[in-house]
């Protein structure tokens, strides 16, 4: 069972329509993927759609919520979410609202900086999905004020850059809950990355969390050991994921080159099982 568990659309930040990406993931010989855009749902149901051509494929309905921590962000992956739950819905509504009004505010300080990009052009970018900072790179590229994207970020909108933006705080606690309360499973995300892991793993398996993503893009050997340790330590699943956007570029990790262990997508499926049960007896 071949698994990447970390894809993106357009519905936020990727390059491929959803139906692009099941398309994509079925020529690259995957038989399991989960949809997981920023702060959004929007990209499921097209997903899903699509999936219906190709039996062999299964689509995870996912997300993935962007949360803040001092220095940093924390990202929380959320599986078999139900993708109708309304309070899902108007909490993911408010913050791709404040994704906007961050965008707006950065536009503001490049200005400052003598780089002068059009919001509706960042708007136009993001096509009617969630914004986000790669829309403002795009737009920055767009106009030669940066020899690429990656460039924007390391000058200009990352977290020590002049025009960077802090956005609506939610903390991870609160985005576990939030998925949990949508009857899904929160999965920590790109770890790797988390300065305070161990003291933030068993705060958020308290709340919920039931996975953490181990297998990540190109980690490294001697990575992949230390999360699994952490993982084994809290009873974890390990999981595993490309994060794959379409960027283009020669940093990206291309879909299918990072996956979940077979073992793992089989725990994911019993649980979402058990809780789909557990809904049934409640009604």
């Known amino acids: 069972m071949k698994a990447d568990l970390h894809l993106h659309t357009t519905a936020s930040d990727g390059r491929l329509e959803p139906k692009d990406i099941v398309s994509l993931a079925v020529k690259v010989g995957l038989d399991v993927i989960a949809i997981t855009d920023h702060d959004t749902i929007g990209g499921i149901t097209p997903a899903l759609a699509a999936a219906e051509a190709f039996p062999s494929l299964m689509v995870m309905p996912g997300v993935e919520i962007n949360t803040d921590v001092p220095h940093g962000e924390v990202h929380i992956l959320g599986y078999f979410i139900d993708y109708t739950d309304q309070r899902l819905a108007v909490a993911l509504h408010g913050l791709r609202d404040s994704r906007q009004g961050r965008a707006q505010q950065m536009i503001a300080k490049l200005s400052k900086l003598g780089m002068n990009i059009e919001m509706q052009r960042v708007l136009e970018l ?6 986000g900072r790669p829309h403002v790179a795009q737009a920055l590229f767009e106009k030669d004020y940066v020899s690429s994207e990656r460039e924007a970020f390391d000058k200009y909108i990352g977290h020590d850059g002049p025009a960077y933006v802090e956005r609506y705080k939610l903390l991870p606690v609160e985005a576990v809950k939030l998925i949990v309360d949508a009857r899904g499973l929160p999965v920590l995300a790109h770890p790797a990355d988390i300065g ?3 003291e933030l793993v068993p705060k958020l398996k308290a709340v919920g969390l039931i996975g953490i993503e181990v297998y990540y893009r190109d980690y490294s050997s001697d990575v992949i050991a ?3 340790k952490i ?3 809290y009873d974890l699943i390990f999981t595993g994921g490309t994060d794959y956007h379409a960027f283009g570029d020669d ?3 291309m879909i299918g080159g990072a996956l979940a262990p077979a ?3 089989e725990r994911l499926l019993a649980l979402a099982d058990r809780r789909s049960l557990e809904l049934l007896k409640q009604h």
């Open 226 to 228: 230390g999360l699994l």
């Open 196 to 198: 305070d892991l161990k």
């Open 251 to 253: 940093s990206e990790v």
């Open 231 to 233: 993982a084994n330590q």
């Open 263 to 265: 073992q793992s997508v």
């Open 126 to 131: 993001a096509q009617g999905g969630s914004v």
